[in-house]
Nanobody, 122 residues
Framework: VQLQASGGGLVQAGGSLRLSCAAS????????MGWFRQAPGKEREFVAG????????HYLDSVKGRFTISRDNARNTVSLQMNGLKPEDTAVYYC????????????????WGKGTLVTVSS
């Protein structure tokens, strides 16, 4: 199984980035997908999750209204549109897959991607 994340980079506060994750080696529609992040010196935290149909989403409170998770089951991809970025959003962002009903930060993650770095300057 491979989860290949891309789209990270350096952006000024208030700017936008779109992360994408291409999944291979698994039956994509059988998995809920999500994004987590880990800032320097901090533990990894849940950011956003989406169920297999794409009809149920969950978000970290601090990103609600700014981030949007979506998936394309025909292309085996999951994306995270990040608007209104803040310096505190700076972190390595990881794509995750779970065969649970949802990814909401409380259940197991079965596969992790390698991460993509997002840096937000003030």
């Amino acid at each position: 199984v491979q989860l290949q994340a891309s789209g990270g980079g350096l952006v000024q506060a208030g700017g936008s980035l779109r992360l994408s994750c291409a999944a291979s080696g698994l039956t994509f529609i059988g998995y809920a997908m999500g994004w987590f992040r880990q800032a320097p010196g901090k533990e990894r935290e849940f950011v956003a999750g989406i169920n297999w149909r794409g009809r149920s989403t969950h978000y970290l409170d601090s990103v609600k209204g700014r981030f949007t998770i979506s998936r394309d089951n025909a292309r085996n991809t999951v994306s995270l549109q990040m608007n209104g970025l803040k310096p505190e959003d700076t972190a390595v962002y990881y794509c995750a897959a779970s065969d649970s009903m949802v990814v909401d930060g409380t259940g197991p993650v079965h596969y992790w991607g390698k991460g993509t770095l997002v840096t937000v300057s003030s």
